[in-house]
């Protein structure tokens, strides 16, 4: 297969990757909440805990970081140029925030971004998590944790590798993620936001 072919339809399988909703796909199995219907009403690691308590929400975390880190590690190998491999972990995240399977209603990318990023560069996504981590662990908001590693995404992606291409990607990246949130940044700026821990 001539890599003109084979390069979009690994695009395109990547995004069917990120399209399995790993929150409704382990609730289902262990017969608890549909998100969609209860907390949030997103598919995610957050909401998911909440309605679904840690079982499900660490099954959730993994599937959903999981299915960005394994394109992201695929990408990273040097099989595709380095255009390609960036489009491919992006297709894995516009997967889990538009899929196809539930009518292009996902989650918010925060861990198949991250994900992709570990499997991409892990030092940088290292570093991301320790953002997210460290953020969470002094303020307990999920969505701030997660606004503060993709508001840094760019400037950490520019200072690790120099690398133009990369820092788009990162841009583009931030704003779907962060754009996912809006309604988050609502809810942290009026002092409504729920804290880990609580509903």
Known sequence: ????????????????????????????????????????????????????????GILTLSGDLGKGWLVGWIASLGFFPNLWALLAVLSVILGHLF???????????????????????????????????????????????ALMAFVALPVVSWFMTFDLQFTIFSLFLSGLVIGKHKSNIVRLLAGTEPRIGRV
Request: proline content about 7%; glycine content about 18%; aromatic content about 12%.
């Open 1 to 56: 297969m001539s890599p003109e072919i084979l390069w979009p339809l690994s695009c395109f399988g990547a995004y069917l990757l990120g399209s399995i909703p790993f929150g409704l796909v382990f609730s289902h199995m262990l017969g608890t909440p549909d998100p969609r219907q209860a907390g949030s009403r997103n598919i995610g690691f957050t909401n998911v805990l909440r309605v679904s308590g840690k079982k499900v």
């Open 99 to 145: 899929p196809v399977f539930l009518k292009f209603r996902g989650g918010k990318g925060v861990a198949t971004g991250l994900g992709g990023i570990l499997g991409l560069h892990f030092p940088m996504g290292l570093v991301l998590v320790v953002i997210w981590a460290a953020t969470v662990g002094i303020w307990k908001y999920s969505a701030g944790g």
